[in-house]
């Protein structure tokens, strides 16, 4: 059971190149989310899914995009990257029980982006 | 909005020492509360939640929390801290009809040998 698979797991962008992050849970989660962790800042929510083909937008989703058209994926996209996207970004996948609220969160293990 | 306040950012134990942690969310309804830990390199890993009953609430390597409502807060200790257990800990808050997590800034434990 691999749980939840970000890839890549690092990566150098140039300023103003694009890129796709992909997160992928076997676990047949229904709401799925985007975060960035920063130094002192803890983890922001960037953009969630409570569903296939729902987005909707966190704290802090300026710059970036996401997609969800597939149960299992969420893609994080960033169209002109920037030195402030440097970070270290997590998905992340939850379930409801079926009655009520959810058991936590599974995290994936990240991707350390840098932006020069 | 949801808010989590974690008041420590930087804490040093010797080991063996007793640990706590503080952790205090603004929200007024009924809400899902978490600690999670994150070893250098590594993932979240959840150590422990409270949804509702007793609100003393035991994790797992030892850790537990208590969950008191008319302070809101959800403070992590452990009695006794190993060199193992050095980390950074975040607090999470999420209300139970929606499904957002919402993070504290994180604790950083050093435990020194």
Not at chain 1, 25 to 42: A, K, L, T
Not at chain 1, 52 to 70: F, H, Q, W
Request: charged fraction near 15%; aromatic fraction near 14%.
């Amino acid at each position: 059971n691999a749980g939840v698979t970000q890839t890549p797991k690092f990566r150098v962008l140039k300023t103003g190149q694009s890129m796709t992050l992909l997160c992928a849970q076997d676990m047949n989660h229904e709401y799925m989310y985007w975060y960035r962790q920063d130094p002192g800042m803890g983890l922001r929510l960037i953009h969630y899914s409570v569903g296939e083909g729902t987005t909707a937008k966190g704290e802090v989703p300026d710059g970036y995009n996401v997609s969800r058209l597939k149960k299992q994926n969420f893609l994080l996209g960033l169209e002109s990257a920037a030195p402030s996207q440097t970070s270290v970004y997590f998905c992340a996948s939850s379930s409801l029980s079926g009655t009520g609220p959810i058991y936590g969160y599974t995290f994936g293990s990240g991707t350390r982006l840098t932006v020069v | 909005a949801q808010s989590v306040s974690q008041h420590n950012h930087h804490v040093i134990l010797s080991e063996a020492a007793s640990l706590e942690l503080g952790c205090n969310y603004s929200y007024g309804g009924t809400v899902n509360l978490f600690w999670y830990v994150q070893y250098p390199g590594q993932h979240l890993q959840l150590l422990l939640k409270y949804f509702s009953g007793d609100p003393l609430v035991k994790g797992i390597k030892g850790f537990e929390a208590e969950f008191i409502k008319s302070k809101f807060s959800f403070n992590l200790r452990k009695p006794s801290v190993q060199w193992s257990d050095t980390a950074e800990y975040f607090c999470a808050v999420a209300n139970t009809g929606f499904q957002k997590l919402v993070f504290g800034t994180g604790t950083r434990l050093l435990v020194s040998p």
